[in-house]
């Protein structure tokens, strides 16, 4: 089959590898219909060093079941179904308590032990606990948007529920990418009042006021902490939404939040410490986040996508074929593109 591999730092190859298939008796064998290149694949894309096996791609995506193995009960062959970026059980404590990407048997699709779904088909361990069944066609018009319940939406929604976002807050979002955009779109969806969005990116922050955002700050640093604390009455906001994942983003979100406030940070931490301890301590700031567990909350989020109350597929502005995903990485790396969207 074919499939996008990483070798190093800007070098993604479509090449013919081996196919997946059902290994172990709880796998699926799902044929990608839709997969993504995420935000956090640039992060390899700048810095992975050289190697020579290299890594399939990929950790969002559509598909139909193809195949179970043997003690698979919850699928069946022709299902059509979302892939959350993580696997899990569904049987262990922190999957009961609704943390799938702490689950004790999970891991992570996309690195050099798992296979990811920038391919034509995916090995998904744990199919049971890990897939979820889309009531819909597989061509339907809503695809975009179920595509982003197996990541960014699902980790906007993280980031404002760690942010303890809920009616009448003030929410500041740092970060214009596809997550702080579905960010945007989750505050307004739990209730927030007022909603800024930290970005200078033009298409992206129109697009942001579109889903909600009633302020936008350009600046950055110092001058855009102080942009926010006159949006706020001089005291900042209720909740952060730290949607980027470098030491700057996360500095500006602890100086941002109000006393008494929250950062909830989904950005992957390319820094050693979390910064601006002291402000963030004697604001009684509360800062949490981390890998959202999207299985969680398709359910929550589903309705919403089916009935259009949401349409985070928005963020999609480009979509390519299998032969076209090299590019997509360079556009999406020089912010050409906002999110590309991979038909195999
Ligand atoms: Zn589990």
Redesign the pocket.
Known sequence: MRATVMYGAGDVRVENVPDARVIEPTDALVTVTRACICGSDLWPYKAMEQSEKGKVMGHEAIGVVESVGADVRNLKRGDLVVMPFAF?????D??HEGL?TS????GFFGNEEIAGAQAEAVRVPLAD?TLYVLPVGRDDALTASLLTLSDVMGTGHHAAVAAKVGPGKTVAVVGDGAVGLCGVIAAKRLGAEQIIILGRHPDRVARAKDFGATDVVGERGDEGIERVRELTNGIGVHSVLECVGTEQAMLTAAQIARPGGAVGRVGVPHYEAIPAAGPAFYNNVTVSGGPAPVRAYIEELLPDVLEGRIEPGRVFDRVTNLDGVPDGYRAMNEREALKVMVRP
């Open positions: 899990s059980d569904g049987t262990c922190f999957c799938q689950c004790v048997h999970g606990g």
